[in-house]
């Protein structure tokens, strides 16, 4: 793992949302961070923060329940432009770390596995992105999931919209 991993875990461990049970966009503004941009893509949101060394973008997806705030954080991105893309999920702590996250992002296609590599202040699931993994998160059009164990071993499916990914990812990686 990068030292500079993303701006992902900084910004998703700071995230405290309220709502309803469903994908939202963060409810703080852009200007709360010096050279943080934000723009929503339906269901996405492609957050980008300059700095001299250029600038970073990731597109995020959050969901929400209601009377319990941020449930979880979906995001795409990678460090640097040389960098691979990585998929990142952060769910809150006390989940089953040993079975991982699986993402599914239709009915036929094959689930994309990410594993459990920390859990400070929340778990972070996450794996590189190949060239197909891409393409099938890019041609996902619909609802999609992602399943994890809690902390019980019971099985959790929550909902994952791709309402919008494809051009928020494209808008995320332009120079």
């Known amino acids: 793992m990068t030292h500079r991993f993303l ?5 998703l461990a700071g995230l405290s949302l ?6 939202q966009q963060p409810a703080a503004p852009a200007a709360a961070r010096p050279g943080l941009t934000t723009a929503t893509y339906e269901d996405w949101v492609v957050r980008c923060v300059a700095s001299d060394t250029g600038r970073t973008c990731e597109v995020v997806q959050n969901l929400q329940a209601q009377g319990k705030g941020l449930i979880a954080s979906v995001a795409v991105g990678r460090a640097d432009a040389k960098a691979p893309l990585r998929l990142v ?14 993402v599914q992002v239709s009915e036929k296609a094959k689930p994309l596995q990410l594993a459990f590599t920390r859990c400070p202040q929340g778990c ?22 992602f399943s994890f164990e809690d ?13 919008g990914f494809a051009p928020a990812l494209d808008a995320s990686l332009k120079p």
């Open 124 to 145: 972070f699931a996450e794996a590189e992105l190949d060239a197909a993994s891409v393409q099938a998160l890019k041609a996902a059009a619909g609802a999609g999931s």
């Open 7 to 11: 701006m992902l875990a900084g910004l």
């Open 18 to 23: 309220a709502g309803t049970a469903s994908a």
């Open 89 to 102: 999920i952060q769910l809150p702590a006390g989940v089953w770390l040993p079975a991982g996250v699986k």
């Open 151 to 163: 902390g019980a071993r019971r099985p959790v499916t929550l909902p994952l919209s791709f309402k």
